[in-house]
């Protein structure tokens, strides 16, 4: 429901009471999921142009030049609420809403990403949602051929009870032919396409805008949408077909708030006239606040000239779908909804899209690391323990989920990041952050997020084009979040200035708690990230190489997997120099290195286990340190000649080969052998019965 100081607002505004239909309008498109109210001045902060960007902020997503012929539709999205409450269902269309906005913008989607974060799998009820949303997410991108090439997995108590489901979608589209989600003129009518119109998903924007309570609440949830994957993929080509034709003015997908929040959003710049009794339903009896507010799946309303209706009408029977002409675009900035000729809603369209007041919550900054306790475990033990972690164990069960060779452009889906060949290049694609470190250095911790992204494209030589985010907090009523939310938006924003990086969307999901597990999620600003490079597949590196280490090391052991395993405590990292970045891409655009990968969960420890499992290393500082510390800006490279490295501050710890991971460490020499890495990287595995 609206709170009573929206609805009093409103009340004086429009100077009369408000009808069944303008209530559920504006209690989901002024709803914190649709309006950004807590949000969106510390969102106006962040860099978001670019030479490269064509289009940034405020649409279905974000437009950025890949080459002279083709550029890129990104956007990234979030679906916690609904995975929490109907996981699999919840999942799937989370990916279907990301993968209609990408194609709302004219633009044929390529691949998706899915950052995960769950709570411990010890709990039945966790990995029950970790299974039913990666099958959720696999059936349905499967579905419509379109391939998860890259994801994250998060294991943290703090998402018991709300567990988070972001996903990135990336399409292709000409420069010069991309569409708006914004009318363009007058006179012109709007045409609904897709699936017919439910009553699932009512209210879905309101509830997606509060907290997981308990069971109590069960009556206020919204029926779950339901996706369909086959009607999708008819409906991606449909939209193509029409957008080919060139005569398509505008497109926006059917997402929260329904026909109400895409209609309205559409023509925000003029105004429209909906007939809601031409919408074609699937249900009997549904009444106008039903029609305008359902959040049924696999719909878009496309605008177009008078006489081009029947050409859009015949590509969607072509397609085997259903559409309708439900309404027109007005030159009066009025937002009417009308049934049978009698109008049942009548408001100003700026006061509903764009009208909410601006929240200004109370911060209160916190300090939450604690002193450092060293584990008494030997080193091996913790080396074991570290690497049958969920964080760093091997993710192959869920990979292997989903089709990752769709549409034949993947060169190299293996460690650092995704690489796809798209025209003579490569587009690289990297995702994720780390919510514990976040936590406890709220700015850093997403500093080092871009950064530690921006290090994975370093990896295979490529250069960042563009940031999308999900920005996942608690709720903003409580000062230490309302902190938390501002310290991440500000230490992203100056990442990505340092690093020259624009941030052109995402989405931010707040209220992430829950009553029925008493939890908060940690702050979750998860990112994604888009770069290109030449086509180059990740190498291992060759028995007798140099293994180096560039970067500074530091007892950085606070939200580290370490810590996790152990509760040792300890301070988070500091904001890494991002300069190191480059000069990493610098020696794998040269092919001065043969093979490199960045240092972050686990540490260096869990680096050698995954890209050298059979080498002999020399560590002289600290063993805790050297293998465990997850400082941030860090990078093992492999190399046949050190001379490659002159002029790059460096440090040799070994030699690839043998028969085993040999460690020698100051106070001895640790030796685990092949099997017993294997062994603990496929741990998590086995408790997914995978």
């Not at 010890?122 to 890259?150: C, F, H, M, T, W």
């Not at 799946?297 to 008078?306: H, I, Y």
């Not at 092919?591 to 890209?611: C, E, F, N, P, Y």
Request: charged letters at 20%; one cysteine or more.
């Amino acid at each position: 429901m609206l709170p009573a100081h929206d609805l009093a607002l409103l009340k004086t505004t429009l100077g009369r009471d408000l009808t069944d239909v303008e209530l559920a309008c504006f209690e989901n498109l002024w709803s914190e999921h649709c309006s950004y109210r807590s949000t969106k001045r510390l969102l106006r902060t962040l860099p978001t142009t670019g030479s490269g960007v064509l289009l940034g902020p405020g649409d279905d997503a974000a437009i950025v030049r890949f080459s002279e012929t083709c550029a890129l539709a990104v956007g990234m999205e979030s679906h916690n609420h609904p995975s929490y409450v109907e996981p699999y269902d919840g999942a799937a269309t989370g990916v279907g809403g990301i993968v209609r906005d990408i194609l709302s913008m004219g633009a044929r989607p390529i691949a998706l990403m899915d950052p995960l974060y769950f709570g411990p799998l010890d709990s039945e009820k966790n990995r029950y949602l970790v299974e039913q949303i990666v099958a959720g997410i696999a059936d349905y991108g499967n579905g419509i051929g379109v391939p998860v090439v890259r994801g994250e997995l998060v294991f943290d108590p703090s998402y018991s009870g709300n567990p988070l489901v972001n996903v990135v979608c990336i399409g292709t589209v000409d420069p010069g032919r991309y569409i708006t989600a914004r009318a363009k003129r007058p006179g012109s009518r709007l045409v609904l396409v897709g699936a017919a119109t439910g009553r699932e998903g009512l209210g879905g924007a309101s509830f997606a805008s509060r907290d997981l309570a308990g069971d109590r609440d069960a009556a206020d949830r919204p029926d779950a949408q339901v996706g369909d994957p086959c009607m999708e993929k008819l409906l991606i080509d449909a939209i193509l077909a029409m957008a080919k034709t060139g005569k398509v003015l505008s497109c926006r997908d059917l997402g929260a708030a329904g026909l109400a929040g895409a209609s309205s959003e559409m023509a925000g710049t003029f105004g429209a006239v909906i007939h809601a009794d031409r919408v074609h339903l699937r249900e009997t009896g549904m009444t106008p606040r039903e029609i305008m507010l359902a959040e049924s799946q696999e719909r878009m309303l496309v605008e177009v000239a008078p006489g081009d209706v029947a050409l859009m009408g015949e590509i969607a029977e072509r397609h085997d779908l259903a559409w309708s002409d439900i309404g027109e675009v007005i030159d009066e900035p009025r937002y009417i909804v009308k049934l049978r000729g009698e109008t049942v809603a009548d408001l100003p369209i700026d006061l509903l899209v764009g009208g909410a007041p601006l929240c200004a919550w109370e911060t209160s900054p916190y300090s939450a690391e604690t002193p450092f306790v060293r584990p008494k475990a030997p080193v091996k033990d913790l080396a074991l323990g570290i690497l049958a972690h969920p964080d760093v164990a091997r993710k192959n069960w869920v990979y292997e989920r989903y089709d990752r060779e769709v549409q034949l452009r993947s060169v190299s889906l293996a460690h650092d990041a995704a690489v796809l060949r798209l025209e003579d290049k490569a587009l690289v694609l990297s995702c994720g952050c780390n919510p514990a470190q976040i936590y406890l250095k709220p700015f850093e911790g997403t500093a080092n997020a871009v950064i530690e992204n921006a290090s994975n494209l370093a990896c295979l030589g490529a250069e960042p084009l563009c940031i999308v985010d999900c920005l996942n907090f608690a709720s903003p009523e409580h000062p230490e979040i309302a902190w938390q939310i501002e310290q991440c938006v500000l230490g992203l924003g100056d990442a990505a200035r340092r690093m020259g990086i624009p941030v052109v969307g995402g989405n931010v999901s707040l209220y992430n708690e829950s009553d029925e597990f008493g939890t908060q999620i940690k702050p979750t600003p998860s990112i994604g990230m888009v770069g290109r490079g030449e086509v180059r597949e990740w190498t291992a590196p060759r028995s007798g190489e140099n293994l180096v280490l560039i970067g500074t090391t530091l007892p950085d052991f606070g939200g580290s997997v370490l810590d996790a395993v152990t509760g040792c405590g300890g301070s988070a990292p500091a904001m890494a120099d991002p300069a190191v970045v480059a000069v990493v891409r610098n020696l794998v655009e040269a092919g001065k290195v043969t093979a490199a990968t960045d240092l972050s969960r686990g540490g260096l420890l869990a680096a050698l286990a995954k890209i050298a499992p059979r080498a002999d290393v020399t560590l002289a500082g600290d063993p805790l340190a050297e293998l465990f510390s997850e400082t941030c800006g860090r990078f093992l490279v492999a190399v046949g000649d050190e001379a490659a490295l002159a002029g790059t501050e460096h440090r040799i710890i070994g030699t690839v080969g043998g028969d085993a991971l040999t460690l020698r460490l100051k106070d001895g020499t640790v030796v685990i052998a092949p099997e017993e890495i294997e062994t603990a990287l496929a741990t998590t595995a086995r408790t997914m019965r995978y």
